[in-house]
C-alpha cells in the first residue's frame, strides 16, 4: 500500500502565484525545512526497531557493557554485577526478537512506505515552489536530524481543565518539537499562509495519510505557531471543498471516472470515490469558472485567491469524485454492501457519527479531514455505545464504533453485578494487601471471589473473542477506505481497547501503513510484550498511548487464564519500545468499571489536542454522584455475612434475569443511531 503517484501537475502560470510569497532563497529554505523533518519522521520509524532502546532506569539505560572501565586494569577483570548481566539478557532478548524474519521485513516495509511518502511530498512542494530538481535533491542530501534540537518527552505534559489554549499547545509542542529555520522570522501572517499552502499541497496528492498530518504538526510548531490554527484551518478546508464540490456537474464525466476508479484505485471498495456523491450531494465532472468562484470565496479566508488554492489543490480542484474519494464511503456505501459483508463476520457492526445530523448520513458541515472512532469495552445501556465519546470535540468527524451489543451486554451485567457482591468487597482488600501482581503470578486469589467467577469468566471470554475478531472488521474497513483518504485516530477503553489491538496487529500484518495518526488504549485487556507493541507501533504515524492503573483488580482477576506471562497492558508499562507513551492513571482510576466515566479527563491528562471540557464535566458529575450512591450501598452491606455459596447462586440469577431483559429490537422499531441521536440534539 503506498501512496498513489502524483496526478495533474497544475499549470506553470498558477505555480507563479504560490511562488511569489516567498522569496527564492525562502522557497530553498521551505524544502529544506520539510527534508530535515522528515528525515527526523524516519529516524522516529528506525528507532522502533533499534535493539539498543530500554525502559530501563537511567542510570542502567546508559551503562554500555562492551565499554571497558578506564579505572581498572585490564588484568583485574571485574564480574557482572547482576544488574549488569539482567540488562545484557534483556538487549539479547531484543536482538532476538528484532532480528526475527517477520520483524526484518516489518521495518524494511513500513521504511520503503515512508520514502515513497517522502518523495512524492517533497517532489510536489518542490515543483510548486519552482525548485529544480536540483535545488530539491541538493536539500535533500543536506537533511539533519540535527536540525531537531528536543526530543519528544518521555512523559506526556498534564493538561488539566483550566489549562488555556497557549498551555495546551506547549504539549503538542513537546510532542512535536521544531526544527530549526530561519522562515519563523516571518510575518505571522505569512507563516500562517505557508502553513495553509502546505496543507493543500498535500492534499493534493488525493489523500491525506497520516504521516502528513504528523508532518503539518511538525511544521506549525517549527514555524511558531499556535497549533489549534492548523486544526481550524482543516476544518475550513473541509467545508470548502464540499462547498466547491456542490458546483461541480457533468454525467458523463461522473461515469469516466467512476470507471478509472474501478481499475486505478485498487485497495478502495467497489466505486468508493462515487459513493461520495451520496455524501456531499454532487454529481462530479467540473464547472471551471463556478468552482474557482466557490474556491474564492472559501479559500480568500485563508489568505489564498482562487487561483492559487486551484494550483496548489491540482486534480482535487477539478473533480467532484475525488473529494468524494478523500471524505470516504461512509454513506450509502457503508450501509450497503460493505455494511452486509462485515455484519455477517461481527454482529451489530457500524459506525455511528456522534456530532450534528440525527440522520445516518452525516451532513456536508459535520465532515472534517480527520477522523476518531470511539470503540466502547462493556455495555450496561445501549446509549453506553456513545456516551463516553461526547468529550471528544469537533475537529475531527467523531464517530462510536457499534459491535456486539448482546455479549457486550452480557460482561456489563455480569461486572456490575460482581462489584456489588460481599465476595468482591472482601477479596478486594486482601489483593490489596498483597499487590496485583502478587495474586496474579502466584495464581492465589480468595476462595469467595473464584465461587463467583464463572458469572464473569464466560462472557469475558466470549466478548475477548469477539473483540479480536471485530479488531480485524476494523481494519478491513481503514484499508478499503470506508473512512475516505483520511487519517484517523482510534481511542478504546478494556475490550475496546483490546479491540484496537487487534486492528492495529492486523494492519501490521497486512503491511497497511499510513492510516491510523494516533492510538490511545485505555486499560487494554492484552499484552505489554515490546514484540506486540512494536508492531503496533509501526502502523502509528503519530501517538501510541498505553493508559493503565495500577488499581485495575477487575482487570487482573479477568485477565489471570490468559497469557499473563507476556504481561498485561493494562496493568502496566508497554517497555522497550520507542515512541509508546506510558500513563499511569493509578490516582484516577479506583477500579475497571470507572473507565467510562473518565474518558474525556484521561483525555484531557495526556493532552489530547480536541476535547469538550464541559463534557468532562459532566464525566466527573457523574462519576461523583455514581461514587456518593457506591459508598452508601457498601455501608449498608458492612455488617452482612453473606455464604458465599449462595451469593453465588444469587448472582446467577440475577445476571440471567438482566441479560433477559434485553430484547434485541426489530426493524420496525425506531434504530438505535435515532436514540442517540436524539439524546445529543442539546450539542
Known sequence: MFPP??????????????????????????TLLLANITELMRKQITDTFDASITSATPPLQALNLTDKNPNIEDTKAEKETEEEINARKLREQREKELSAPKMLELKEESLKFFDNWRESVISRIGTAVNNSKEVVEEQ???????????????????????????????????????????????????????????????LSLEH??????????????????????LAEHEVKVAQGLLEAAKHMSGREETQKRSDENKTSRRWKVGLAGVAGAAVIGITGGLAAPLVAGALGTIFGG????????ASLLGALAESGVIVGSLFGAYGGRMTGKMMDAYAKEVEDFAFLPLKGSK???????????????????WLTQREDIVIPWRALGRQSEVFALRWELEALSKLGSSLESVVKTAAWTVAKKEIISRTIFASLMTALWPIGLLKISKIVDNPFSVAKNRADKAGLVLADALINKAQGERPVTLIGYSLGARL?????????????????????????????????????????????????????????FLYRTSSIQYGVAGLQEAQDVKGIENVNVSEMVSGHLRYQYLVGSILEK????????????????????????????EEKKGGENVDPDEEAKRLEKEVEKKSGQRKPESKEEQTFMQKASGMMKFR
Open 140 to 202: 535533500k542530501d543536506k537533511a539533519s536530524v540535527e536540525a531537531t534540537k528536543n526530543e519528544p518527552p518521555s512523559e506526556p505534559k498534564v493538561i488539566r481543565s483550566n489549562t488555556n489554549i497557549e498551555e495546551a499547545d506547549a504539549a503538542l509542542v513537546e510532542l512535536y518539537p521544531p526544527t530549526s529555520t530561519s522562515l519563523y522570522s516571518l510575518p505571522r501572517d505569512k507563516r500562517i499562509l505557508l502553513l495553509n499552502a502546505m496543507l493543500l499541497l498535500l
Open 606 to 633: 495526556i493532552g489530547f489536542e480536541d476535547i469538550d471540557t464541559e463534557e468532562i464535566a459532566r464525566e466527573e458529575e457523574t462519576l461523583a454522584l455514581l461514587e456518593e450512591q457506591e459508598k452508601k450501598d
Open 208 to 229: 491525506y495519510v497520516a504521516p502528513s498530518r504528523i508532518l503539518l504538526l511538525h511544521i506549525s510548531s517549527s514555524l511558531h505557531l499556535p497549533l489549534h490554527i
Open 5 to 30: 503517484n502524483i496526478k495533474a501537475e497544475p499549470s506553470q502560470s498558477h505555480e507563479e502565484d504560490l511562488s511569489s510569497i516567498l522569496s527564492t532563497e525562502e522557497r530553498v529554505k521551505l
Open 500 to 556: 484496537i489491538y487487534s486492528c492495529l496487529m492486523s494492519l501490521a500484518e497486512r503491511r497497511a501503513f499510513g492510516l491510523v495518526e494516533s492510538a490511545v488504549l485505555i486499560g487494554t485487556p492484552a499484552p505489554s510484550d515490546a514484540a506486540v507493541w512494536r508492531s503496533m507501533r509501526s502502523v502509528v504515524s503519530g501517538r501510541l498511548v498505553n493508559v493503565y492503573s495500577e488499581n485495575d483488580y477487575i482487570l487482573a
Open 302 to 309: 485563508l489568505g489564498l485567491g482562487a487561483t492559487t488554492a
Open 359 to 377: 440522520h445516518h448520513d452525516p451532513k456536508p458541515e459535520d465532515r472534517r479531514l480527520r477522523v476518531t472512532i470511539g470503540v466502547s469495552g
